[in-house]
């Protein structure tokens, strides 16, 4: 069966992810755009950290993804948030 695209409405919320135990070190995964991440950290503890400080600046408006946007997109998505708000 072959996945489906990543779309906005999908449940998986952009800069959402998870932490997974790899060679005694874990590591957390989140996607960005199309595009899956992933950082090591040598504690459960620090990746969740991270996660999560990534989702409140994701929140605040802080962080962009790391696509290639024309200005011309930015404005779109900005107009949209703020319709929405």
Known sequence: MPKRPRTPTRDLAYG??????????????WFEGETRRAKTFPSKEEAEDFLRD????????????????????????????????
């Not at 959402?16 to 995964?29: E, H, T």
């Not at 600046?57 to 998505?77: F, M, W, Y």
């Open 16 to 29: 959402s992810g998870s932490v997974v135990p790899r060679n005694g070190k874990w590591v957390a995964r």
């Open 54 to 85: 990534r989702r409140r600046r994701r929140e605040r408006g802080q962080s962009l993804p790391a696509t290639h946007l024309t200005v011309a997109d930015l404005i779109d998505d900005w107009l949209q948030r703020s319709r929405d708000d």
